[in-house]
């Protein structure tokens, strides 16, 4: 009976370490996504920067007609440059939504998990109880002179 008590408590401690883990690497995702939205905010700076750059550098057009095309190469290179880090900074965000997910999915399952193993707990303290009180029964029957213990 101790076993199957002491392996009942080993399984909770287990699946208490695991929620905890699994809490832990779920404050990490949260903490990468505030950090990737902070660089959504930079990259949103950075758009306007690129934006107000370009308003320059169309006044500039008429001045430097001869220049035109460098810079026109260079304003396609940093757009380009800004879409593919949105793209990527959506396809992280994508990424991390999901394995907060699936985090989420496995805290519900390590809490049915705790819940079904406090009901077997119950349900072997109760045992024990019961067993208890039946070998206090018989004591108390042996002493009195009744039941197989004459």
């Known amino acids: 009976m101790d076993n199957s008590y002491d392996a009942s408590r080993e399984a909770i401690k287990r699946v208490v370490e695991e929620t905890q883990n699994n809490q832990n690497a779920r404050e990490d995702l949260v903490q990468n996504i505030l950090t990737l939205v902070g660089q959504r905010d930079e990259a949103i700076e950075d758009k306007a920067d690129i934006v107000q750059a370009h308003s320059k550098l169309q006044m500039e057009r008429d001045q430097l007609s001869s220049e035109l095309s460098v810079l026109q190469g260079r304003m396609t290179e940093m757009e380009l440059a800004n879409a593919n880090a949105l793209r990527q900074r959506d396809s992280a965000v994508?990424?991390?939504?999901?394995?907060?997910?699936?985090?989420?999915?496995h805290l519900?399952?390590?809490?049915?998990?705790?819940g079904s193993l406090r009901a077997k707990l119950?349900?072997?303290?109760?045992?024990?109880?019961h067993q208890r009180e039946r070998a206090t029964k018989k004591q108390r029957g042996k002493k009195r002179g009744r039941g197989k213990g004459k």
């Open 122 to 129: 119950d349900a072997s303290e109760k045992e024990a109880n």
């Open 108 to 114: 519900s399952k390590a809490n049915q998990e705790i």
């Open 94 to 105: 994508e990424s991390a939504n999901a394995a907060a997910r699936d985090l989420q999915n």
